[in-house]
C-alpha cells in the first residue's frame, strides 16, 4: 500500500497508479482518511476527472458503491458516484488478457 501512495505522490497525473491505488484500498478495506490518505470517494471522483485508467478499477469501484459505499458515505454522494461509474464499467472485457485478472 506505501508503494502506490508514494506512487500517488510522485505521479499525481498518472490515472493508472491512481487507479490500482484505489483498487489497492477498496480491497484492503482502507477506506479511512489518515495523515496525508484523502477518503476514497476524493481519490475516485479525482479518477473521474483524469484520463481513463484500464477498466477493472471501475469494476472494483462499483462493486465497493454497491456493497459498502452507501453506508460510508452521503446517499446523494454515492448514488451520483454510482451513476458516473456505472457508465465506464465493462463487463464484456475479457479479464484473463488483462494482468492475469478474473472477474468478480
Known sequence: MRILENGVYTCPNDSQVLADYISARLRCGALEKRGTRKPIEEDIERL???RRPM???WS???AWLNK???SVLPPEKAAALRGAVEKLVRPDLDFSLMRGLEPK
Open 48 to 50: 473521474l476527472a483524469m
Open 55 to 57: 477498466p477493472t478499477v
Open 60 to 62: 472494483d469501484i462499483l
Open 68 to 70: 459498502d459505499g452507501d
